[in-house]
């Protein structure tokens, strides 16, 4: 949004007032656009204060609209879109245009998520004769400072599940974009703000900054009151401990790598070849680039796991390419962090050697050395996964206690499996989110859905960035005590004109529905 | 809960090992109490983490149980127990009576919210072609570690609000007592661990520790889970500050002293006496130790509203004792330092010369020395306030524009008053309650109260330490993917056993009602 590219004349032109749109296939510049200045910054944080009233006073109805109409701009700009970001991602078409459809569907999502109202929260005590009148409703933070993923340039990007769901609850989102995919950023902004304007959105409910000086000026900006963020553990600390350290702190809600187990149990290893290949498909997709990244596959030994999936990497063909040239690195380096902490590598599939391309390994641990302080127990953003064979319940068991937290964990049982209650309340301490059979690298966008989990896979173990309840992070509560009736929200007010769910005099009501 | 009591022969024992109980009438040892030991804080830790499981596996009506064992408990040693809290305290046996009375009726509330299920956001999407079996539903996160406050024995005590809503959600807890009130501290332990093992609750449920070191020693703790502060920002902070730097940092819930701003609009300051008189008796409550004690009274200039509170100052009595020494002389303190920063003293209730008797002091400063550097906006815990005539909204907006976060606002307004909407609009973003007419020292612990707000009132704005919702800081969401019926808990099976109202494919469907 700020200012016209250039064509590149050097590589790695100056990084504080560029970026640079480079091409993973062939690790060339595109294209190279200037970065927002200070004066970028506090224009779009003072855009979104000076609308900030007006978004939170519109009716949930109101915002679906807007949301909505986003959507559909998006699905009309597809195709222009995804050469874009294919151009910048190297993810390719097909895997692009399914996200860029989920995106519009996501923010359709949460427009509805909105218009039901239930994330309100309302609730009612009437007066008695020792109590007082009390109504409690969730309001708008405020302003929103969004910082987009690598990996999902749509679905997790400056349109993604933060964006939308600050909108839905009624917060103006200030994004920062994504350096991997610069020209997909200032284009989906684009689309946002001219659909947002057609669709009678108060100017300012959304603006985008790009730059690493952009990204930390917007942390401090007191008319910012939340943090949401998608990346890397040491990315979501700093934003974190900066967020804290302002004269008045705010949240920040920082979604972040984790390490995803896999547990097959005993009864889970018989159809050797499909349980191979469908880990080897899970850790592989989108070049392993994916938060949910089955990392850690917990084995019975002696079944042949180890084998069969290393011959299934064998027969998955070449790798693909990192979105960008430090994640390429990093995962060369995980690897050879895995292998100095006693790791053996099984099997390679090798990447492109042009560009950014990234071989997906498969490495061996003993159970006894996936211990609180290895490397074997941190992220390894890629194509890289690790296979531990447990002997018994007790070893299994024993790693389990040693993981860190994280997104997701998968059990891979057989049918009416004796061991899966064990291994679920095992998983349940460690993780966000439990499979059963489904490989974790699908995320649906639905009611029920939480991607999030104990630290370190979110900064808040309470908070998800999918799902109906993404809308929580950026409210709060509000209590009306004796508040008369013409001076009471839409929210609070006798006659529901929102048709909420309600609690009343501590029993719920349904709300009316659609509006 | 560790070794028994001696007669004082030193008023200021060692610190690291034992805590006195001082009489604030008199400011002497009643009786000196052996603090926490190392040992005794990891036994407290280990038997809260053993019951953890099963604590967090119990029903929500079974914990509804042990919480009204609690409380009947409470009611049986109300004689003695008001005995105690008073010589400890000061704070009267009538007033004491009151509040041991809310507390069994809090604790009590609790296990209604726990029984009524919804804190549980149980939530299905069933499968469709496109998407897979996923149920969402709040987990509790484990032992919490409870800091009660020192002006609430009772209701914000080892037995308060935390414990009784942390408990409700499944959590175990550890509580450290106040050295305000030692003997309190450990009588009401020994109540609750009695009333808890007759009620059938696993060993380990609730403990206490006591003593400074213990204090620290419990956040540092990896078996602690989460963290409920009642007190000082200074102390809230360095908790926080502690709880992040654990190798994995958990969640520190504090609610922080506050001003408590209070608007009179012009039509609000026609009864000059009534006025007068409720905002005295609100601000010297208690010596002022309210969480909620209204620090700044806003009101038209040209109406003698100064004067009118002076003067029903003077007409108030002597003033009391504060619960503790540092406290009165914190209170000097900060008139001190108000003074320092411009305002001037009006009037003065003297308080008692004997013990840690503390002064009401009413002040009065000009609205455009209310700015954000000033210790003018700083809280002065104890029976302080400060007057600001305002001339016109202008005026008043800019006041409210540079105040701190806080709990509570309050208006008083008139009949059909024009002004109310616009106050309403002023104070929403930066209290988390607003009262109209109502003085802000009666929190109700009803299902619409909120006690809590935007920082500094709270660390997390999110949070409250009273109502309903105080149950919601205790749980973290775990979604549950494509698990079989039999694999899974009562709260995501088909035939919902404990009548929970869930949202199912979307739609919200009301439970049984208690179980």
Request: charged share 15%; aromatic share 6%.
């Amino acid at each position: 949004m700020t200012g016209t590219p250039r064509r590149p004349d050097v590589p790695h032109p100056e990084p504080q007032h560029e970026e640079p749109s480079l091409e993973p296939r062939t690790g060339r510049a595109h294209a190279v656009f200037p970065t927002s200045t200070d004066q970028d910054v506090d224009l779009a944080t003072a855009r979104a204060e000076s609308c900030a009233r007006r978004v939170a006073a519109s009716s949930p109805a109101a915002r679906r609209t807007w949301l909505s109409a986003v959507a559909a701009s998006l699905e009309e700009a597809a195709d222009h879109l995804v050469a874009v970001a294919d151009r910048e991602t190297g993810l390719g078409a097909v895997r692009l245009s399914g996200e860029l459809a989920r995106t519009a569907s996501q923010l359709r999502f949460y427009g509805t998520v909105a218009a039901d109202g239930a994330y309100l929260g309302a609730t009612i005590d009437r007066a008695t004769e020792s109590s007082p009148w009390l109504g409690r409703v969730h309001v708008p933070v405020g302003p929103v400072a969004v910082f987009g993923a690598s990996n999902f340039p749509f679905a997790f990007g400056v349109l993604g599940n933060d964006t939308a769901s600050a909108i839905a609850a009624g917060c103006p989102v200030v994004a920062k974009g994504h350096p991997a995919h610069p020209e997909t950023s200032r284009l989906l902004a684009a689309v946002a703000i001219e659909a947002l304007a057609r669709a009678g959105a108060p100017d300012g409910t959304f603006g985008l900054v790009t730059g690493f000086a952009a990204g930390t000026r917007l942390v401090d900006d007191p008319a910012i009151s939340a943090v949401a963020f998608t990346g890397s553990q040491s990315g979501g600390m700093a934003l974190r401990d900066r967020a804290l350290a302002r004269p008045v702190p705010i949240a920040v809600y920082a979604e972040m790598g984790t390490v995803n187990p896999v547990v097959v149990t005993a009864a889970g290893a018989d159809d050797l070849a499909s349980l191979a290949a469908g880990f080897v498909g899970s850790f592989t997709l989108g070049s392993g680039q994916f938060c949910t990244k089955p990392g850690l596959l917990l084995a019975p030994a002696g079944r042949g796991i180890a084998d069969a999936v290393a011959q299934a990497l064998r027969d998955s063909g070449p790798s693909g390419w990192a979105l960008t040239g430090p994640i390429a690195e990093h995962a060369r380096a995980g690897v050879a962090a895995f292998v100095a902490a006693g790791a053996e590598v099984l099997q390679i599939a090798t990447g492109p050697a042009e560009g950014f391309g990234v071989d997906a390994v498969l490495l061996r641990a003993e159970a006894n050395a996936i211990v609180a302080d290895s490397p074997l127990v941190a992220e390894c953003f890629g194509p890289v996964a690790i296979i531990v064979e447990y002997r018994d319940d007790k070893e299994l068991a024993g790693v389990l206690g040693r993981l860190q937290g994280a997104l997701v964990g998968t059990i891979i049982a057989g049918g009416d499996d004796p061991d899966l209650s064990a291994v679920i309340d095992l998983l349940s301490p460690v993780v966000g989110r439990i499979t059963v059979g489904d490989w974790p690298t699908g995320v649906a966008w639905t009611w029920a859905q939480h991607h999030g989990g104990p630290w370190p896979a979110t900064s808040d173990a309470r908070a998800t960035s999918v799902g109906a309840a993404a809308l929580d992070r950026f409210t709060r509560p509000l209590a009306l005590q004796s508040v008369p009736e013409p001076a009471l929200p839409p929210s609070l007010q006798d006659s529901n004109p929102w048709h909420l769910p309600r609690r009343i005099d501590g029993v719920l009501h349904l709300g009316g529905g659609d509006q």
